[in-house]
């Protein structure tokens, strides 16, 4: 796998509606060390779904959803989870380095129900 300055480790990820899921982004060369926030669909205050301080502290909007924050040397990693998912949570997420640069990386999330047999 290779890595630009900032990437989620998988770029398209399937997940089954009502179960947890974690998506999870990588920051390298110290680009994440001024903090780092995810957004759902577009850059913008309104679709920020975490936000992590430059101490690895991160806060979300909906109880449903709790980030991890770790550095080490000059790499970081942002962790999100999502508890209980819906249809609602798919689509695009966008991990953005909280820097000059404002480095961007985007995935896509796809929802699929589970059937019984």
Known sequence: MCFSEISFVDDQYEFEI????????VILNGYGNGGSK???ERVSDTDLVCAISNTG???CGDSRVS???ETTGTTTRVTVTLANTTCSDA???LCKADNDDGLVTSMTLGAKRKFYT
């Open 91 to 93: 689509g695009e997420y």
């Open 38 to 40: 995810i957004y759902k």
């Open 57 to 59: 502290v991160g806060t």
């Open 67 to 69: 980030v991890v924050s």
């Open 18 to 25: 009502g179960q947890s899921l974690t998506i999870e982004c």
